[in-house]
Every structure is written in C-alpha cells, then in structure tokens.
C-alpha cells in the first residue's frame, strides 16, 4: 500500500513536470529588420527579393564558356582542403544538436559489485548487490529546448559558412584561372610584338648600312625589341604564382599542377536588365548571420532559466544479500523513488551577469546580419558598377588601338620615305603596344568583375535562367 502510495505522488511529480514542460522562458525569435533598398543604384531593373537561400547553386563558371575552367571548378569542391575544414565544423555542429537533444531524455545506469567488509569487533561478510539508477532532469523552464533550438540554429548557420565558403572558393579558382589566360594572351602579344621590333631592327640595320639611317636608330631599335622581351619573360612571374595558386585551392602541390599556355577564351558575360531577385538573398554568408541571431536569441532563454528552480526525478532498483544463494531472490529486493527539486538562493549576480551577456551577444548579432546585409548590397553595387564603367572604357580603349595601328602603318611608311626619323617610329610603336596591353587588362578586369558579381549575387546565375526571369 505503501508503494502504490509512493508511485502516485512520483506520477503526481511527473503530471506536474509535463505541464510546466510546456513552458520555455526567453524571447521568441524573430528576424531582425533590415533596410531594403527598393532597386540598386546601378541596375533600376532589380526588383525586391524573397529568401530563397535554399535554392541549389548550379555550375555558374560555366557563363565563362571555358572547358578547362569547367574541369577545374568541378575538381575544386572535391578536393579543397578549406572545404573539409568547413565541412568537418558542419559536422561537429550536428553532433552538438545531438548533444543538446540528448538532455530531454532520461539517463539509466547499471551496476554490480561484491563487497566484503568487517571490523575489531564484527566478523567480516560479504554484500552482493546489482541494481539500476534512473534519472530524468524536467525542462520545466524550456532550458533545455532553447539550448537546442540555440545549437539547431548553430548548425543551419555552419552549413551556411560551408555553402559560403565553397563559392568563396570556387570564385577564387575563377579569378585566378581568368587572369592566368590574359597573361598567356599577353605574353602571346609581346612575343608577337617582338618579332615586328626583331624585323625593325633588321630594316634599320639595313638602312644604316646603306647611308640612309644613323646609328642611333639601330640603337633605338634594338632597346625597343630587348626591352619588349624583357616585358614578355616578366610576365612568366604572375603566371607561376596564379598557377601554384591554383594548385592550392585544388590541394596538391603546385609541382603536381601544370597548365600549359593557351589564349584567353572566356567571353564578359552580359548582365541582364533585371537580375533574378531571388538571388541576392541566396547569399551564404546573410544565411549563416541571420541564424546566428536565432542562436543567440535562444540562449537568452537558457540564460534566463537558470533562475528558476531544477526538477530532477530519479530511481533506482536493485538486488542486495550477503548470501549467494539468496542474492537473486524476492526478498533481497530494494529499491527508491523521487523528486528533487533545488534552487540556487544566492549566486553573488552571476545569473543576472550570465543573461546580460546573452543578451549583449544577441544584439551584436543583430548588428552583424544588418552589416553583412548592408555589405552585401554593396558587392553587388560594386561589381555592377565595375562591369558598366569598364564595359564603356573597353570600348574607349578598343578605339584607342585601332587609331595606334593606323598611327603606326603611316609613320613607318614616313620612315621608309625618310621623313621622320626612328624615333617617331618607337613612339608609335611603343604608344600600340602600351595600348594593346591596356585592351587586354580590362578584359581581364571586366572577367574579374563578371566573376565578382555571380559571387556577390550568391553564385549560381547563368544567362540561361537570367533571361528567363526578364
């Protein structure tokens, strides 16, 4: 009777437990406002996005049209060793969600011992006992459950940083492949350029030696050609460094790595007059601020519960004897049942300490989405603008090269007919080739740029799926 008696007032603790379970102390999240301008400052056409970051991110280097680039960023992802330090935090950041959940059920050991134990005055016996203990901590005040919604949020946040780190990658890769094409290219022109001087050279020292040219104008002509190989062997410099770079965001040696030259393919891909809105907010790095602000919302209720009281439930049953025979028996039964209720009276303020300080993390947090939202605007504020200035200073410049070409047939054809002399020729000369290269680095500005925009939209636009949403 006794212990039908003891089981109704622990199940009595349990109802009781059930009840204030429901209960979770601590603000509910919600996401903080941020300012959204109505379009971009360089693209009126945009139109206000919707959170989309869950959309898959396609092949977006493939705008570029370059099959080597293609090879290369689908090895990338694979191989990275970035990437597995990501993907591993991603995977602890999972386990810790199991850890917090964990704490919602019960907790039972087992044990089994032989003890012997005498004294002066008592003959020594032997105890044989084997039993079970239960306990169960009651998440009366949602302690527990903000813990898992803090690190639940914790996780979706690291997933996030591996998202934002594979495109932070994989733009990287592009950036420096772009860019190791201009300089093939570049080399290409000096190379090229050289062999005109080389054959300058070769009339001017003809010329000389027929009385119609002085020897200054060999001299000229010979330190324009060594200096324009000198320009083509510097370029091999940059080159190196771009693909050891490459190397390395591939994880191998750059011993292991070789690209053998080959000229720019890749095309400016064009900016459609409205961008897909969705994708600003498919931002990676927006995603992994915005649940780091629920994180730490949730620990405001950890904080927070720490000033109620704990409810503990435990039991334990077992068999205890001082004879084998009989250890097993219904008479060497023993067992204990019930709550525990505690209450911290006096902690000198280090609650109160404990929950200012998560709730000054929750508003920096607050702070940091809004930065990275603003800062996000700004990428894409500046890679539009970049591509819109460049796209007209290319056009500028292509015009440039063409006036330095004409400029150079009719002062060659002046030399010939001795009417100016070699120097007009070498500045000429000199004045394409500086052109020429110009023309090429904002190619390679204008790639970069094109690259920097897809990252800032948060990867995965292709001209395909852009002129679909126009």
Known sequence: MKTMKNCANVLMWLAVASVMASCAFGPD???????????YKENKDWKIAEPRDNVTRGKWWEVFADPQLNVLADKVTASNLSLRVAEANYRRAQALVQSARAALLPTVSASAGVTRAGSGTRAAATTYDIGANAGWDADLWGRVRRNIESNQAGADASAADFESARLSVQSELVINYLQLRVLDTQKKLLDETAEAFAKSLQLTQNRYKAGLAGRVDVAQAEAQLKSTQAQSIDTGVQRAQLEHAIAALLGVAPAELGLPPALVKAAVPAIPAG????????RPDIAAAERRVA??????????????????????????????????SAPSRVWSLGPDLAQSIFDGGQRKALTDQAIASYDASVATYRQTVLGAFQDVEDALAALRILEQEA?????????????????????????VSYLNVVTVQTTLLNNERTALSLLGRRLTAAAQLVKALGGGWTLENASEKK
């Open 29 to 39: 999240y919600r996401r903080p406002q941020t300012v959204t301008p109505p379009a």
């Open 395 to 419: 056009k500028v410049q292509n015009d440039a090269v063409i006036a330095a070409r004409q400029s150079v047939e009719l002062t060659v054809n002046q030399y010939k007919a001795c009417i």
């Open 295 to 328: 994180a730490a919302n949730a620990q405001i209720g950890v904080a927070k519960a720490a000033f109620y009281p704990s409810l503990t439930l435990s039991g334990s049953a077992g068999l205890q004897s001082t004879s084998w025979s009989r250890w097993l």
């Open 275 to 282: 961008l897909p809105s969705e994708l600003l907010e498919r």
